[in-house]
């Protein structure tokens, strides 16, 4: 007898009214939030889910992801999007599938642990505005962190869904940390705590198939809550995971519609629909009612985010996955991280140098934000450490997580690193063993106060004190306070057609009208795209007069220069402050004049100024922070290069700056 009887035929009717299976695998969908995230760098528009809304409604999903995670953050920053209006519109549109968000914990849907106050009020206000599962994790698994907002959750009468975040240290399952054991410990640990089921949060498609079987297997024989897998695509093991998984008597599997699927996202839902049918596991979806889901998807949503899909190479699996057991996203954030910087030869030294830091680090695993934490110390180290120092620029976020701010780490931080990173630490030189939230001071009221009559509601202060910067700066265009730029407006139908048929034209080599016309002057309303083609790139300035698109400016560029799956803040041009929005493409990286004699502070790599701790007029001392830059997520405190006093200061918070801009100047 094989121990694989669990999957058994049960029907030869493939009809869409045969009989219920007997224990189907229940389906979480993920087009919504991680397959966009995944795919299309979280920019799905909520307009752009609208059109199968219902048809999804319809389809018989355990639940529907739609918020959480990443969404949270590039909504209100690149897409002018209320994110607590986007669960209540969609909620108008899906009344039957429950709602499921990704929470990250203490860190909500932010990059660190907020007080207590916030955690709190952030859950009861998501639950309110309509979300249902509340799939929780730690970066390090570390469950104290779950200690405010469960209560929360189940106080809203929610789904508290707890996740194993799946990681480790060796080619496959086992080692001394990440072994089986600890899997099941942390399981009954999450039934402890009153899960309502268990997630293996597998993010960066690690999980072999047999170790998945034999992970599954463990809980199933140990907790009691249903068992869910999440495994992402990027490997290319996840399909076969699924089916280990299934096999060993997994409750749920999370799939995305097919044009959100694979890739860096995750297993299409056809294919498991017709692997599953006529068995005792059969989801009982009509696979016909999915491609029409599909159809619309394709012809109306999918070409306005083309262009964002990362097609810079054939295979549409990442071996680096297998050889590095890193997350694929973290992979593609370094190698655009060091692009950015001009230093993409070092990324042969990035990858050797990524497990020493991840070692010293206390062997944590790799997920937002430890994934952001461990790459950006890790570029750091490469780019600026020398043989007579390691750690020459330590990141915000590393000096937190050596003080105990993210929770304990699965072994001991290196002492010598945690010693140097705590070296006139505010909190204080010594780390902290509690629960990390217990040192954090409330910040609700002291946000309400902030940003005064900016706010109108709860739901905005609770924005504003999750992203201070680019939260205020979304009230001041949700308020009509700011205009707001054209980079974060919709694209159209009409303009996504008006630049292919540009394309088109600049290929045949048509595209000359422009120089015996007089061309209007660059509106504000002017968007640029980089679109590629075949080896060639061009830059396409498109603006709307009248209704009608027109071409601004078409210029094709030297060489192909594969670009990031999607702009960041640190790769928008840098602007004057008072100047108007330029249109312009990404400024030289050249050390600007400055205006004022002294020694400068240049940026040591493109980013957006968080705050400056100093003011023109202040005396420093070499070493001293002036300012904080913040640099894929990270912030990084940039030191005074000179004694002196501050000459001068050539930015503000909120602004966008290039590599070698001058930020400030002491004299
Ligand atoms: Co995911």
Request: hydrophobic share 40%; glycine share 6%.
């Given at each position: 007898m094989?121990?694989?009887?669990?999957v058994?035929m049960?029907?030869?009717?493939?009809?869409?009214?045969?009989?219920?299976?007997?224990?189907?695998?229940?389906?979480?969908d993920?087009?919504?939030?991680?397959?966009?995230?995944?795919?299309?760098?979280?920019?799905?528009?909520?307009?752009?889910?609208?059109?199968?809304?219902?048809?999804?409604?319809?389809?018989?999903?355990?639940?529907?992801?739609?918020?959480?995670?990443a969404?949270?953050?590039?909504m209100?920053?690149?897409?002018?999007?209320?994110?607590?209006?986007?669960?209540?519109?969609?909620?108008?549109?899906?009344?039957?599938?429950?709602?499921?968000?990704?929470?990250?914990?203490?860190?909500l849907?932010?990059?660190?642990?907020?007080?207590?106050?916030?955690?709190k009020?952030?859950?009861?206000?998501?639950?309110?505005?309509?979300?249902?599962?509340?799939?929780?994790?730690?970066a390090?698994?570390?469950?104290?962190?779950?200690?405010?907002?469960?209560?929360?959750?189940?106080?809203?009468?929610k789904?508290?869904?707890?996740?194993?975040?799946?990681?480790?240290?060796?080619?496959?399952?086992?080692?001394?940390?990440?072994?089986?054991?600890?899997?099941?410990?942390?399981?009954?640990?999450l039934?402890?705590?009153g899960?309502?089921?268990?997630?293996?949060?597998?993010?960066?498609?690690?999980?072999?198939?047999?170790?998945?079987?034999?992970?599954?297997?463990?809980?199933?024989?140990?907790?009691?809550?249903?068992?869910?897998?999440?495994?992402?695509?990027?490997?290319?093991?996840?399909?076969?995971s699924?089916?280990?998984?299934?096999?060993?008597?997994?409750?749920?599997?999370?799939?995305?519609?097919?044009?959100?699927?694979?890739?860096?996202?995750?297993p299409?839902?056809?294919?498991?629909?017709?692997?599953?049918?006529?068995?005792?596991?059969?989801?009982?979806?009509?696979?016909?009612?999915?491609?029409?889901?599909?159809?619309?998807?394709?012809?109306d949503?999918?070409?306005?985010?083309?262009?964002?899909?990362?097609?810079?190479?054939?295979?549409?699996?990442?071996?680096?996955?297998?050889?590095?057991?890193?997350?694929?996203?973290?992979?593609?954030?370094?190698?655009n991280?060091?692009?950015?910087?001009?230093?993409?030869?070092?990324?042969?030294?990035?990858?050797?140098?990524?497990?020493?830091v991840?070692?010293?680090?206390?062997?944590?695993?790799?997920?937002t934000?430890?994934?952001?934490?461990?790459?950006?110390?890790?570029?750091?180290?490469?780019?600026?450490?020398?043989?007579?120092?390691?750690?020459?620029?330590?990141?915000?976020?590393?000096?937190?997580?050596?003080?105990?701010?993210?929770?304990?780490?699965?072994?001991?931080?290196?002492?010598?690193?945690?010693?140097?990173?705590?070296?006139?630490?505010?909190?204080?030189?010594?780390p902290?063993?509690?629960?990390p939230?217990?040192?954090?001071?409330?910040?609700?009221d002291?946000?309400?106060?902030?940003?005064?009559?900016?706010?109108?509601?709860?739901?905005?202060?609770?924005?504003?004190?999750?992203?201070?910067?680019?939260g205020?700066?979304f009230?001041?265009?949700?308020?009509d306070?700011?205009?707001?730029?054209?980079?974060?407006k919709p694209?159209?139908?009409?303009?996504?057609?008006?630049?292919?048929?540009?394309?088109?034209?600049?290929?045949?080599?048509?595209?000359?009208?422009?120089?015996?016309?007089?061309?209007?002057a660059?509106?504000?309303?002017?968007?640029?795209?980089?679109?590629?083609?075949?080896?060639?790139?061009?830059?396409?300035?498109?603006?709307?007069?009248?209704?009608?698109?027109?071409?601004?400016?078409?210029?094709?560029?030297?060489?192909?220069?594969?670009?990031?799956?999607?702009?960041?803040?640190?790769?928008?041009?840098?602007?004057?402050?008072?100047?108007?929005?330029?249109?312009?493409?990404?400024?030289?990286?050249?050390?600007?004049?400055?205006?004022?004699?002294?020694?400068?502070?240049?940026?040591?790599?493109?980013?957006?100024?968080?705050?400056?701790?100093?003011?023109?007029?202040?005396?420093?001392?070499?070493?001293?922070?002036?300012?904080i830059?913040?640099?894929?997520?990270?912030?990084?405190?940039?030191?005074?290069?000179?004694?002196?006093?501050?000459?001068?200061?050539?930015?503000?918070?909120?602004?966008?700056?290039?590599?070698?801009?001058?930020?400030?100047?002491?004299?």
């Amino acid at each position: 007898m094989s121990e694989h009887t669990q999957v058994e035929m049960t029907t030869m009717n493939y009809s869409k009214d045969r009989p219920k299976a007997a224990n189907p695998v229940k389906i979480e969908d993920l087009t919504l939030r991680d397959g966009h995230q995944s795919l299309f760098a979280t920019r799905g528009r909520t307009e752009d889910m609208i059109p199968v809304a219902e048809l999804m409604d319809e389809v018989g999903f355990w639940a529907a992801e739609t918020w959480g995670g990443a969404t949270f953050d590039t909504m209100h920053r690149f897409l002018n999007e209320d994110p607590w209006e986007r669960i209540r519109t969609l909620k108008k549109y899906m009344k039957k599938t429950p709602f499921s968000m990704l929470l990250r914990g203490q860190n909500l849907v932010g990059y660190r642990n907020y007080a207590d106050d916030v955690a709190k009020a952030f859950v009861e206000r998501a639950a309110a505005n309509g979300m249902d599962v509340f799939r929780t994790f730690d970066a390090l698994n570390d469950y104290r962190n779950f200690e405010t907002v469960v209560p929360a959750i189940k106080a809203c009468g929610k789904h508290f869904q707890g996740c194993i975040c799946y990681t480790m240290t060796e080619p496959r399952l086992g080692g001394e940390v990440y072994n089986l054991d600890y899997y099941v410990k942390k399981g009954k640990d999450l039934e402890a705590m009153g899960a309502d089921s268990i997630c293996i949060k597998d993010m960066a498609g690690l999980i072999a198939p047999y170790d998945a079987y034999a992970i599954v297997k463990a809980l199933k024989a140990s907790v009691k809550p249903p068992i869910h897998l999440h495994s992402h695509f990027t490997s290319g093991m996840s399909a076969m995971s699924h089916l280990k998984a299934i096999e060993a008597g997994v409750d749920i599997i999370d799939t995305c519609m097919s044009p959100y699927a694979y890739r860096t996202s995750h297993p299409a839902i056809e294919p498991l629909v017709m692997t599953l049918i006529g068995t005792n596991r059969d989801t009982g979806f009509d696979i016909k009612h999915l491609a029409k889901i599909n159809e619309i998807l394709e012809r109306d949503v999918m070409p306005k985010y083309r262009h964002l899909l990362d097609d810079t190479k054939m295979s549409i699996i990442d071996i680096n996955v297998l050889l590095h057991q890193t997350p694929g996203g973290m992979l593609s954030n370094l190698v655009n991280q060091l692009r950015e910087m001009d230093a993409l030869d070092k990324i042969d030294q990035v990858y050797a140098e990524l497990p020493r830091v991840r070692k010293d680090l206390g062997q944590i695993p790799l997920v937002t934000p430890t994934s952001q934490i461990v790459g950006i110390q890790t570029v750091n180290n490469v780019l600026f450490d020398n043989e007579n120092e390691r750690y020459k620029m330590i990141t915000g976020q590393v000096k937190d997580l050596c003080y105990g701010l993210y929770g304990k780490t699965a072994v001991p931080i290196n002492h010598e690193v945690q010693k140097k990173a705590l070296k006139g630490y505010p909190r204080g030189e010594e780390p902290i063993t509690c629960r990390p939230a217990q040192v954090l001071e409330p910040e609700l009221d002291k946000a309400k106060k902030e940003i005064g009559s900016l706010a109108k509601d709860i739901d905005d202060v609770i924005l504003y004190a999750l992203y201070p910067v680019t939260g205020k700066k979304f009230l001041s265009w949700k308020y009509d306070k700011e205009p707001v730029p054209a980079e974060v407006k919709p694209i159209t139908m009409e303009q996504v057609k008006a630049k292919q048929e540009l394309v088109k034209k600049a290929l045949a080599g048509k595209l000359v009208e422009k120089k015996e016309k007089q061309a209007p002057a660059k509106g504000e309303n002017l968007r640029t795209f980089n679109v590629f083609v075949d080896d060639e790139y061009f830059e396409v300035g498109v603006e709307e007069v009248g209704g009608a698109p027109v071409v601004s400016y078409i210029q094709p560029l030297q060489s192909r220069k594969p670009a990031a799956p999607a702009p960041k803040p640190a790769a928008e041009a840098p602007k004057p402050a008072s100047a108007p929005k330029p249109a312009a493409p990404k400024p030289a990286a050249a050390p600007k004049p400055a205006d004022v004699d002294g020694t400068p502070l240049t940026a040591p790599m493109p980013g957006m100024i968080v705050k400056y701790e100093k003011n023109v007029g202040d005396a420093v001392t070499v070493g001293e922070t002036v300012l904080i830059l913040e640099a894929m997520k990270m912030e990084n405190a940039l030191a005074s290069p000179a004694s002196g006093t501050i000459k001068a200061i050539n930015f503000k918070s909120g602004d966008a700056v290039a590599k070698n801009d001058v930020l400030c100047v002491i004299g």
